[in-house]
Each structure stands twice: as structure tokens, then as C-alpha cells.
């Protein structure tokens, strides 16, 4: 089965992970725009971060088989930061129109503070604006009151909320945001918050309509496999097939290819892995390592193995 993770931020991964995500069939993922563990002081960090994302993020992926897209936003903890957030702000519209940016993300509340609502806000009437889908990061603290929030506000401002992805839900909020006809994503933490067995049983509840699975692998104790493990352990448990694929592949392409810039042909028909082409005169390989090259369609035939 195909797979998307539609919110991991492999910035902080390893090329084992893009290994072992391509092995279990991701491919493609999402990374959204997000915090880094800790604050940024200047406003050039936060446009080399972007920058990464839209470029040697998306070639590293490429060298692995994986399709790589990204959100661009300011997250709810820097908005907190005002002078940062200004110049953020001022970058965002040049980036969120760059190609493989699916939406503008991860953004709502952290503390929901007014500075966090007041960039919420303008986020969301730049996604207006340009047309893109809006990924939500709901807070971990006071969890059901902030997501509540970020869908009222969202309504407030005129937005579909077919264009909106709700990330972070849990038992508590998913049936809100299905109800009132957001995307209801669910990242899987391991040991966790939303393990996998207990999103099987939220699917048995609700099946597959607008839900969608990711990991949110970071820096943190997360799992790039939170896609993989969830759909083979749906399917043990009896969860169908259909529902399955729906949660862990056609919904995030359906929400997320509102943008124009996800389509199943990236994937269907993607170009050779070739580990001997460079990126801005730089290359994943390290001394004297053999490059792995590889035709489209070799892929899955075989067990992936690079020396
Ligand atoms: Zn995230």
C-alpha cells in the first residue's frame, strides 16, 4: 500500500528514517513549518529554515525516493515574539508561493495568547488570499478549548473548512471537527498521547471520512514510522482495507492537493534516484561511498539496500 506521512519534519532526521519510511511504502510526506526546540532570535534563521525546507529538504527526500512538500507559516510559539513575527510575516507570501508548498502551516495557538491569535489571523487571510489549504497545530495544553477556538476563528474569517486540516486531534476533539466539517488529523506518538492503537479504535468509531493519520516525527521522541505501523496494525485488526488507505494516503492527497501542488503523478511517475546529483554543489554521500542510482520502478521489487 502507498503511503503519505502529511506532517513530518525530517529537518531533524536522519537518512536512516528516509530509508526506512521509502522501505514501508511512504511516497510521499509533508513538512510543516514548525518550531525548532528552541526560540529564534533573528529573522534570517527563521527564512534559512524556510529555505531549507523548499530546497535541500526536498532533494534529500528525492535521493530517497520520497516526494517531499512543505507547509510555510509562523508557528504559534515565535508569533509570541513580535519583532521576529513582523519580519516573519513580511517573508511569508514569497515563500508559500514556491513550488511543493501545499498550504500554510502549521499555525493556531500554543498558550493562546493575543499575539499567537492576532498572527493566526493574518495567516489565515493570507491563505485566503493566495488559495491554499490551512494546516492547524492544535495545543497540547487546554487542548479542547484551543481547537474549538481555532475552528471558530477560522469560521470567523470566512474560510472553507474543507481547506483546513486540524492537526493534533484525539478522542476529545475529533468528533467536533468532523462535525463541523474540518480535516481531523492524528499524529501517532509513540508510548504517548495518540499511539496507534488507540487511533485504530477512533477509526473502528468513526472510519475513514476527513480523518487523517501522520506521525509528526521531529527532534522529540517520535516515530517516522507512525504511518506505516498504524495502517499494518489497522488491517490486523480488522479495520477495511478501504478505510485504511483513505487514512494513511487519499485524504491528505485530497486536502493538501487543494493546492495545486500535490498530484499522484510525482509519485506514479518519478524520476530516478540518482545519489550522484548535488544540490547547490552538495551531495548526501560521504567519502568514497558508493552512489545508489535506480530506475523509476525498480522500486519494492526488490529488498532496498544501499551499502
Ligand atoms: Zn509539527
Not at 536512516?16 to 533573528?42: H, K, N, S
Not at 493570507?126 to 492547524?136: K, S, W
Not at 509519485?267 to 540518482?274: G, K, M
Request: charged share 25%.
Amino acid at each position: 500500500m502507498m503511503l503519505i506521512d502529511p506532517h513530518a519534519h525530517m529537518i531533524s532526521r536522519t537518512t536512516d528514517d528516509y530509508q526506512a519510511m521509502a522501505d514501508a511504502g511512504v511516497v510521499a510526506l509533508i513538512e510543516p513549518a514548525f518550531w525548532v526546540g528552541q526560540p529564534r532570535t533573528f529573522v534570517g534563521t527563521y527564512v534559512d529554515y524556510l529555505s531549507t525546507i523548499v530546497g535541500w529538504e526536498r532533494f534529500r527526500a528525492g535521493q530517497f525516493g520520497i516526494r517531499h512538500y512543505c507547509t510555510v507559516g509562523l508557528n504559534s510559539k515565535e508569533a509570541n515574539n513580535e519583532e521576529l513575527a513582523e519580519g516573519v510575516m513580511d517573508w511569508l507570501p514569497r515563500f508559500a508561493l514556491k513550488e511543493g508548498v501545499v498550504a500554510i502551516g502549521e499555525i493556531g495557538y500554543d498558550e493562546q495568547t493575543p499575539l499567537e491569535d492576532k498572527y493566526f489571523r493574518s495567516q489565515l487571510e493570507l491563505a485566503e488570499e493566495l488559495n491554499l489549504p490551512v494546516m492547524i497545530h492544535t495545543p497540547h495544553r487546554d487542548k479542547k478549548r484551543g481547537t474549538s477556538r481555532s475552528m471558530d476563528v477560522c469560521e470567523e474569517h470566512g474560510i472553507d473548512p474543507g481547506m483546513v486540516i486540524v492537526d493534533h486531534n484525539n478522542e476529545e476533539t475529533v468528533a467536533e471537527t468532523l462535525q463541523r466539517g474540518f480535516w481531523a488529523g492524528f499524529s501517532i506518538y509513540p508510548s504517548t498521547k495518540m499511539g496507534n492503537a488507540r487511533m485504530v479504535e477512533i477509526l473502528r468509531q468513526y472510519g475513514g471520512e476527513r480523518i487523517i493519520v501522520d506521525s509528526a516525527c521531529d527532534w522529540g521522541i517520535s516515530d517516522c514510522l507512525g504511518v506505516a505501523k498504524t495502517a499494518q496494525l489497522a488491517l490486523e485488526r480488522g479495520i477495511p482495507k478501504e478505510t485504511v488507505q483513505k487514512v494513511c494516503y487519499q485524504n491528505a492527497l485530497d486536502a493538501y492537493g487543494q493546492s495545486g501542488q500535490m498530484k499522484e503523478e510525482d509519485w506514479l511517475e518519478p524520476p530516478a534516484i540518482d545519489q550522484r546529483t548535488l544540490f547547490e554543489g552538495n551531495s548526501i554521500l560521504r567519502g568514497g561511498r558508493e552512489p545508489h542510482i535506480e530506475e523509476p520502478g525498480d522500486r519494492r521489487q526488490r529488498n532496498l539496500l544501499i551499502e
